[in-house]
T-cell receptor, first 115, second 110 residues
Framework: DAGVIQSPRHEVTEMGQEVTLRCKPISGHNSLFWYRQTMMRGLELLIYFNNNVPIDDSGMPEDRFSAKMPNASFSTLKIQPSEPRDSAVYFC?????????????FGPGTRLLVL | GENVEQHPSTLSVQEGDSAVIKCTYSDSASNYFPWYKQELGKRPQLIIDIRSNVGEKKDQRIAVTLNKTAKHFSLHITETQPEDSAVYFCAASMDNDMRFGAGTRLTVKP
């Protein structure tokens, strides 16, 4: 099992540019999560999907952030336009929500720097 | 929504000593409590978890206890080793809605 795959691993962009982060969950998992990690705010849940449907996006900072999950094996997190305060590590995680099983497995993260 | 508090924020112990990290949560409906270890520059990785119908769980040198009445849970690491040095996060979850504590930076001095 390849685990959760994220791309790119590093992204450096200029303020105002669009940024798209990608995630491939573990095959067979039915839930997907996007987190943001910074020194100041720790690990924040941005949004999560169950069976490709967004369930809770209350953690999305503002309208500049959007996330999609067009199918069970792919999700994107888009920031448009990007700002320096968006600089962080963005993690994607997936889990199999079934009965009492809901362990989340994290991807390697995307380190984003907005200049 | 759920709010998870974690203490201490930093912890330094001598190799071989025990380390204890404590967390409290606010939502009594939370029923799943995982602990993650994150090494510098790496992803969080699950080290142990506990469900609300269990009071204690142990895996070798790591144990977690849960007090549902008081809404707090703790991570215990015995016989600490330098490779235990990392940031540890607790979390509380119900139906996939997981909230993390702020993390504890554990340093084990050889």
């Amino acid at each position: 099992d390849a685990g959760v795959i994220q791309s790119p691993r590093h992204e450096v962009t200029e303020m105002g540019q669009e940024v798209t982060l990608r995630c491939k969950p573990i095959s067979g998992h039915n839930s997907l999560f996007w987190y943001r990690q910074t020194m100041m705010r720790g690990l924040e849940l941005l949004i999560y999907f169950n069976n490709n449907v967004p369930i809770d996006d209350s953690g999305m900072p503002e309208d500049r952030f959007s996330a999609k999950m067009p199918n069970a094996s792919f999700s994107t997190l888009k920031i448009q336009p990007s700002e320096p305060r968006d600089s962080a590590v963005y993690f994607c995680a997936s889990s199999l929500l079934r009965g009492d099983r809901e362990t989340q497995y994290f991807g390697p993260g995307t380190r984003l720097l907005v200049l | 929504g759920e709010n998870v508090e974690q203490h201490p924020s930093t912890l330094s112990v001598q190799e071989g000593d025990s380390a204890v990290i404590k967390c409290t949560y606010s939502d009594s409906a939370s029923n799943y409590f995982p602990w993650y270890k994150q090494e510098l520059g790496k992803r969080p990785q699950l080290i142990i978890d506990i469900r609300s119908n269990v009071g204690e769980k142990k895996d070798q040198r790591i144990a977690v206890t849960l007090n549902k009445t008081a809404k707090h849970f703790s991570l215990h690491i015995t016989e600490t080793q330098p490779e235990d040095s990392a940031v540890y996060f607790c979390a509380a979850s119900m139906d996939n809605d997981m909230r993390f504590g702020a993390g504890t930076r554990l340093t084990v001095k050889p």
